[in-house]
C-alpha cells in the first residue's frame, strides 16, 4: 500500500506544478506565474530556525510569461509551463496572459524565462497537467481539459498523434513511465496509471483526506512519485507504490 510523506512547504503560497532535476525540485506558483528550485532537504538544515516554516532553501527563481499556471514540465533544456487562462483572478492583465477558456503552451528559457515558443492547448480549452515524454523524446503529453482527454502532441510541428480518454474529470498532473502515464484527477483524490494506447487502467493510487490534497505530480525517481498541494503548499512523497 502506497506510502505518504510531508516533505516541506514550497516557498510560495500556491504551488501548482512541480518537476524534479538533478539540482532539486521546480515549483511553478499559480499565482505570481514564478519558477521556483529549491533544494531537497529537511526544512531547517544549517538554519534551524527556519524549520518552523517549514520550507527549504530556494536556489534560483526566474519569472514567466505564463498565466494562472497549472503544469510545469522539463525536456529539450527548456521548460515546458501551461497557463490555465488569464491571471487576472490574483492581478492586473499581462498582454502575454492566456485568454479566457483558451489555454497555451509556453516553452520557456531554463536561465531567463524568456518564452521560446507559444501554443495553443490541442482543440481549446483549458489545461492543468503537462508532461515531457522521456520514453518518445519529442513529444507532450497534455491534459486537454475541455475534452476530457490526455493528448500527445509532437512539438516540431504541434501535431496531435493521440489521446485517451481520462476517467473523472480535473485532471492534472501526468508522469509518463515506462508502461503508462500517472494522472492525477484532483476532486477524486486518486491518481490512476493508464495505458497510452487504450486509456484502460493499470494501477490506482487513493489519496486520503488526511492528507494533502493532489494537484501538481512529477517522477520523484526509484519508482516514487511526488505531488504539491496548491490550497496547504505541501509538497508530499508517494513511496511504495
Request: include cysteine; aromatic fraction near 8%.
Amino acid at each position: 500500500m502506497p506510502g505518504f510523506e510531508k516533505l516541506f512547504r514550497a516557498p510560495y503560497g500556491v504551488p501548482n506544478a512541480l518537476e524534479r532535476v538533478d539540482d532539486g525540485l521546480w515549483i511553478a506558483d499559480q499565482i505570481s506565474d514564478r519558477l521556483a528550485l529549491v533544494d531537497i532537504t529537511k526544512p531547517g538544515g544549517d538554519n534551524p530556525g527556519h524549520a518552523s516554516y517549514g520550507v527549504t532553501f530556494r536556489r534560483k527563481e526566474i519569472p514567466s510569461d505564463g498565466s494562472n499556471i497549472s503544469g510545469l514540465a522539463y525536456g529539450q533544456e527548456t521548460f515546458w509551463v501551461a497557463s490555465n487562462g488569464p491571471g487576472t483572478l490574483w492581478r492586473p492583465s499581462r498582454p502575454t496572459d492566456a485568454g479566457a477558456g483558451a489555454g497555451v503552451i509556453l516553452q520557456v528559457h531554463a536561465d531567463s524565462g524568456q518564452t521560446l515558443m507559444r501554443r495553443p492547448v490541442p482543440g481549446g480549452g483549458g489545461v492543468h497537467g503537462i508532461e515531457y515524454d522521456r520514453i518518445d523524446p519529442g513529444h507532450l503529453w497534455i491534459t486537454t481539459l475541455s475534452q476530457k482527454t490526455l493528448t500527445k502532441v509532437r512539438i516540431s510541428d504541434w501535431q496531435v498523434l493521440h489521446a485517451i480518454a481520462l476517467p473523472y474529470v480535473r485532471a492534472h498532473g501526468v508522469v509518463r513511465t515506462a508502461a503508462g502515464v500517472w494522472v492525477v484527477h484532483t476532486a477524486d483524490r486518486v491518481i490512476v496509471h493508464l495505458d497510452v494506447e487504450d486509456g484502460h487502467e493499470l494501477d490506482r493510487i487513493e489519496v486520503p483526506t488526511s492528507e494533502p490534497e493532489p494537484h501538481g505530480l512529477c517522477d520523484w525517481g526509484g519508482g516514487e512519485l511526488a505531488y504539491c498541494d496548491a490550497t496547504s503548499g505541501w509538497v508530499v512523497r508517494i513511496h511504495g507504490i
